[in-house]
């Protein structure tokens, strides 16, 4: 009886053994197969991600963190006491740097007045130009509103999402002013006669009015107070 239970029992074990393992092997495939379900739907959500940005997102950013980096390494050189520009051009050689010469010329050249759109695009690019970064509340503005919102992309709404600090309304305000006061220089419009005679229906043909007593006046002011006279024949 001994000797016939021994076989028995080793081979109840051994099944036992064999469904433990089968079992072990089962519910290790069902979590690899939630893992890749995971993982794509993962990379199905990123790749929907990057096919609704702007398709000059990644160009952007690497512009603004070239921008971060160039303002951390010229304070960098302001604290040694060292001129950034000066120690920049002297990690360039000498044909980078008149290449980068004639792209800068051409970027923005004075071709004269144009047209006013024209103009206008080249006064954005001067202003644009002429603004200094704030690092750190560029930081803060982009850790507040997330990259995606920050950077802007397709049907991004924006309005009400930026706050604009007092400081930077003063800077726009003080920007404004000086604006107004460089176009006096140039350009002082007439002030109105209210005792001039009323020749004209608008603004342009009261221009092309003065321009043609400039030339003709001589000749047609004895016409003119005879019509207004009622005497011409």
């Known amino acids: 009886m001994d000797v016939q239970a021994g ?3 080793s081979s109840g074990t051994s099944f036992k053994e064999k ?33 609704n940005l ?3 997102f990644e160009a952007r950013k690497r512009r603004a963190e070239w921008i971060l980096k160039d ?30 010469d004639r792209k800068k010329k051409k ?15 080249r006064q954005y690019t001067r202003l644009v ?3 200094k970064v704030d690092h750190e509340q560029y930081e803060r503005q982009k850790e507040s509103v997330g990259e995606d919102v920050f950077y ?13 600090s007092k400081e930077g309304i003063d800077r726009m305000v003080q920007d404004l002013e000086k604006q107004i006061a460089k176009r006096e220089k140039y350009s002082r419009r007439r002030m109105h006669n209210d005792d001039a005679d009323i020749d004209y229906i608008n603004e342009r043909n009261m221009k092309f009015n ?24």
């Not at 007593?213 to 024949?233: C, D, M, S």
């Open 129 to 131: 130009n002429n603004m």
């Open 54 to 56: 702007p398709t000059n």
């Open 210 to 233: 003065t321009k043609l007593e400039r030339f003709y006046g001589e000749y047609t002011t004895e016409i003119k107070q005879n019509l207004e006279r009622g005497t011409a024949v």
């Open 107 to 121: 970027k923005n050249p004075d071709q004269g007045f144009a047209d006013y759109q024209q103009a206008t695009i």
């Open 19 to 51: 469904q433990a393992d089968r079992m072990k092997k089962l519910r290790d495939l069902h979590q690899k197969r939630n893992e890749a379900r995971q993982l794509n739907h993962q990379e199905v959500v990123e790749e929907n991600k990057r096919k």
């Open 152 to 164: 802007g992309k397709q049907n991004t709404i924006l309005h009400g999402v930026h706050k604009d």
């Open 71 to 100: 303002d951390d390494a010229r304070k960098e050189a302001a604290e040694k006491g060292e001129d950034y520009d000066r120690v920049k051009l002297m990690e360039v050689g000498a044909d980078e740097a008149a290449k980068l």
């Open 7 to 9: 076989p028995s029992t």
